[in-house]
């Protein structure tokens, strides 16, 4: 990807975000080719990706463009706003500041558990009845 400015990977559940920062744009987000309200369906999903954006009052001096892989929508929702906000820190490490406090440079650890012997699944045990 050539005339980038900032470059970030995002993790969240099982989905991986690459991001890229386009000096000089508008403010637009694309995820895989798509308008990010387009792809993402959902009002909250795409307020959330702008986040970092928002945080650090950069939304129209970048464009974004990110490639997704794996899980859901709010899985890779979740992974684009890590990345963004990784991108952000390498464009320029003063916005560690304005994101590290917000919380928004920690990756999520939830993940699904896995299912235990004994189990229906991770959790749920066996019915019981006395009868």
Known sequence: MPNYEGYGTGRRKSAVAKVWLIPGGSGQVTINEQPAREYL???????????????????????????????????????????????????????????????????DPRVKERKHAGFRKARRGKQFSKR
């Open 41 to 107: 369906k959902r009002d909250r999903l795409a307020v959330l990706v702008r986040e970092p954006l928002v945080a650090t009052e950069t939304e129209d001096r970048y464009d974004v463009r990110c490639v997704v892989l794996g899980g859901g929508l709010s899985g890779q929702a979740g992974a684009v706003r890590h990345g963004i906000a990784k991108a952000l820190v390498d464009a320029n490490p003063d916005n560690r500041a304005v994101l590290g406090p917000v919380g928004l440079l920690t990756r």
